[in-house]
């Protein structure tokens, strides 16, 4: 059975590094020696769930919160071995019971599988380079 709850630190914190990091360089952005401590306090100041069966941590999610208008979902991540059993969609469930009066968007490099949980897709996401570097 899988437990959704909030993330805390003190519980969850060296389990989901760990799980990003058996995901490889996908999930290494956040890993690097440079990036690691701000990604930790992000974490704490984030919407942050994460997902349990038994003692094992196999998932989480996390969002920004616009002062109660808009959640920006930024990550959301299932273990490999746990995938195919819905936890992505209880993670995501979980934001959406917890906030219901805001209007829930999801950062997305995988827009099939948000299509599939039927997600509506708006617009698309640009990233702006900073010229003066």
């Given at each position: 059975m899988v437990e959704i709850r909030k993330y805390n630190r003190n519980r969850d914190q060296d389990l989901l590094i760990e799980l990003m990091k058996r995901e490889g360089?996908?999930?290494s952005c956040y890993l690097n020696a440079k990036t690691l401590p701000k990604?930790?306090?992000v974490l704490d100041t984030s919407i942050t769930y994460v997902a349990y069966e038994e003692e094992s941590l196999c998932g989480y999610v996390r969002g920004i919160?616009?002062?109660g208008i808009y959640i920006y979902l930024c990550d959301l991540l299932v273990?490999?071995?746990y995938?195919?059993?819905a936890i992505g969609k209880k993670l995501m469930e979980a934001v959406l019971d917890d906030f219901p009066d805001s209007i829930v968007y999801v950062m997305?490099?995988?827009d099939e599988y948000y299509q599939k949980l039927g997600f509506i897709?708006?617009?698309s996401v640009f990233r702006v380079m900073?010229?003066?570097k």
């Open positions: 360089d996908d999930w990604y930790l306090i919160d616009d002062y273990d490999k071995k995938r195919g059993r997305s490099d995988v897709k708006e617009g900073n010229s003066n």
